[in-house]
Every structure is written in structure tokens, then in C-alpha cells.
């Protein structure tokens, strides 16, 4: 797909050329972005974009050839009722038509890209029009509107680029614009379409109809909360897994999204997280795991204290720093001291028979490596740490997935 980028003039209003198929020529088809660089949530920023979209507004309103449309999407809280979708067409100063839809219990760009079929269907029917503007939140869905591939909706998708194909195919000075306009801003003709789906509420019925983003969702959230019961359940999570808390003072519980609890205060320190990892889950080179697995391992601290365990690591070793009644509540309390002490948790003892030959020969003796040295991380001559996958690797991608 062709692109190309093109400069407006009219405040911070920057668009996107983009082509859906080899049938829609990409110049043909505008994308437009409205916004300044940061977040919309800053007022200053809302009022560029109302002022903006308002001086849009003005221009189209001039042209006697032109179709504009407002589209909207709303998705009910209640799980019992349907997602409406609503476009409202107009020319020069007056509306001339409106319409909305049943969606079904789809996702929200579902239910956005159905009111842009709706829209598109409608305004390319109007006679003496050559150009089409569609108002949308959603330049996301835009751009599916007029993508043919595989994905959800793509029954909209393909009905849009087949009349749209045909409209364009009428005048070679035929274009259609999609202009985004902010949910949060609340604006004039974007407002009516949001407030005109949302006046209609239907009940799902037996059958409604679905997507497959939909189905996707409702899956991923039931194994989400699968996973939170089990997890809640010792049996399943371990009696020497480390309690930790949320901001909320709730408990941690395991989550997918943006790569996982665990994961992602870490970043990309991958000394930080072997040996976080390894203090939750009470895996480590200290006293209480060597005792626990019947290892002939020292069980002692280095401090002198006489069972060496995680609570004696994190909150009495001398060997290790931290401020005065400090207490790791939450992740990033127990990630601050990891960076802090980049001893916890790790092994300091001489490297064991076979990390030579590994040092040496590569791979090819690692299986003999990770049964000679238990899966662990041990510390080579070097005094780098040699990775040994083994066990730990396991427990961490089940707490990763």
C-alpha cells in the first residue's frame, strides 16, 4: 500500500494518504489526524482541535458538491444489550439524512467501522457529490474501512471498498476524507451522532451477532479470570510465593497485558529479573531453598545469621542495603532493591565442573552442563554469569505467558 505524507495548513492538522486495494488509487483516499504532539487529555490541546475541526467544518460547508457525515459507535455497559452504530449525513448547512444500527456484542471498533460502512453507503447514492468527509473517533477504523484483508469485520470492510471502488470509478475528481475528531472533546456534529446511538437501547436476544474481536475478548477475559482464581488458590501459586500488593493495597495478581505483571517494571534488565524471579518464587541460591531440596549447600548467611531465607535477604542482611523499617510492599519496591544490591539473589561461589568445558565448546555440552550444575545460574572464572536455563527459565515462563 502506497503513502505518502502531506502538510496541511490549517493549525497542527497533519494527514495520511493510504490506499486499500489496487482498485482505490491511494491519493484518493485521506486520512486525517488532528491533534498536537502529547496527550488530547490537556485542555490547551482540545481547544487546538476544536478550533481546527471547526475551520474543517467552514471549508465543507462552502461546497455544494460535497457530503459530510458524523459516525459514531455506542457500546452499552450492561452485557445484556447490544452496541448501536449511527451516522448522520449532511450537506452545505442542513442535515438531510441519519440512520443507525444494531451492531450486536462487538467491540467498539466493530461497532465504528459498521457506522462508516453505514455512512459511505449512503453519501456515495447522493447525487452531484464528489467529495465525501466521514467525522470519525476512530481513524483506526478508517483505515480498516478500506482494507480488504483478513480481519474483524471485514464483511464491512469489503462491501465499503466495493462501493467505493464503483463511486470513484464515476469521476476521477471523486475523494473521500476520514477527519478525526476526539471522543473527549464532545464536539457539534460528532456530538449529535454519539448522543443519537446512544438514545437506542436493544436487548441482545438469544443470537446476536458477534465478531471475531468480540469472541476474542470474551475468551482472553475468561482466561484472565481463570487464571486470577487460580492463582488465589496455594496449591496452585505455592506457599513460598512472595505476597506483594497493588497501589490499591489489593493483592498482585497475574495480568497479559503489557507483558505481564512481573515484567514490566523490570524493563530490560535481564540481571534484574532472573533474580527477581527467583525471589518470588523462593527459588534462589540461599539457605532455605538448599534445605528445603536436600542440597549440600551452606545454610547460613554470609552475615553470620543461622538459616539464610528471602525475608532475611530482603529485610535484615547487612550484607545488604536498604533504608531503615523499609518493607517491600509492592514489585517496585523489591526491583529498587535488586538495582540497589546487585548481589541479592545471585550466586557467588566458584563455578561448577563442566562451565569450563561450556565456556570453551559452546552448546554442545550444555544438556550435561544443566544436569551437572542443577539448572542454576552459576558464575564463571570470568566473573560473568553463565546462563543455565535449566529449571528457573521454566518457572519464569510460566509466570511470562
Known amino acids: ?47 487546538a482541535c476544536e478550533r481546527d475541526l471547526f475551520t474543517i467544518l467552514r471549508n465543507v460547508r462552502l461546497s455544494d458538491d460535497t457530503v459530510y457525515c458524523s459516525v459514531d459507535a455506542s457500546l452499552p455497559d450492561n452485557t445484556q444489550h447490544q452496541a448501536v452504530s449511527a451516522a448522520i449525513l449532511y450537506r452545505e448547512f442542513e442535515e438531510f439524512n441519519r440512520i443507525r444500527h444494531i451492531a450486536g ?66 469521476d476521477s475528481s471523486c475523494t473521500i476524507t476520514f477527519i478525526q475528531a476526539p471522543s473527549k472533546l464532545e464536539w457539534s456534529i460528532h ?91 523462593n527459588h534462589a541460591p540461599i539457605g532455605s531453598y538448599y534445605e528445603w531440596f536436600n542440597i549440600p549447600e551452606p545454610l547460613a548467611c554470609e552475615c553470620g545469621f543461622h538459616c539464610q531465607d528471602c525475608d532475611h535477604v530482603l529485610l535484615s542482611c547487612n550484607k545488604h542495603k536498604r533504608k531503615a523499617n523499609w518493607h517491600p510492599h509492592y514489585l517496585k519496591d523489591v526491583v529498587d532493591f535488586l538495582e540497589e544490591n546487585p548481589l541479592a539473589f545471585s550466586f557467588r561461589r566458584p563455578v561448577v565442573k563442566g562451565a569450563a568445558r561450556l565456556q570453551q565448546n559452546g552448546l554442545e555440552p550444555f544438556g550435561e552442563y544443566l544436569r551437572l550444575s542443577s539448572g542454576f545460574w552459576v558464575r564463571s572464572q570470568l566473573g560473568r554469569a553463565s546462563q543455565c536455563l535449566g529449571v528457573e527459565l521454566l518457572l519464569l515462563s510460566l509466570l511470562c505467558t
Open 191 to 281: 456530538k449529535e451522532a454519539h448522543d443519537y446511538a446512544k438514545d437506542l437501547i436493544s436487548p441482545a436476544g438469544l443470537r446476536p451477532a458477534t465478531s471475531l474481536d468480540s469472541v476474542q475478548k470474551a475468551i482472553t477475559k475468561r482466561s484472565q479470570e481463570t487464571w486470577t482464581r487460580m492463582f488465589e488458590d496455594l496449591s496452585y501459586k505455592g506457599h513460598n510465593f512472595l505476597h506483594l500488593e497493588r497501589l490499591d493495597r489489593d493483592a498482585l495478581i497475574p495480568t497479559y497485558i503489557n507483558g505481564g505483571v512481573w515484567l514490566s517494571p523490570v524493563g530490560g534488565n535481564l540481571s534484574v529479573a532472573v533474580r527477581l524471579f527467583r525471589c518470588i518464587l
Open 105 to 170: 456484542r462487538v467491540t467498539a471498533p466493530d461497532a465504528e467501522l459498521f457506522a462508516i460502512h453505514s455512512a459511505i453507503t449512503l453519501a456515495t447514492q447522493q447525487d452531484n457529490c464528489e467529495k465525501i468527509y466521514i467525522f470519525t473517533d476512530s481513524i483506526a477504523s478508517a483505515r480498516r474501512a478500506v482494507d480488504p484483508s483478513l480481519h474483524s469485520g471485514q464483511g464491512h470492510s469489503l462491501a465499503v471498498c466495493r462501493t467505493l471502488a464503483a463511486w470513484l470509478a464515476e
Open 1 to 47: 500500500m502506497g503513502r505518502l505524507q502531506l502538510n496541511l495548513k490549517v493549525g497542527f492538522v497533519s494527514s495520511q494518504l493510504f490506499g486499500c486495494s489496487k482498485l482505490l488509487k491511494p491519493e484518493r483516499i485521506i486520512a486525517v489526524n488532528i491533534g498536537r504532539p502529547g496527550s488530547l487529555l490537556e485542555q490547551d490541546a482540545l481547544e
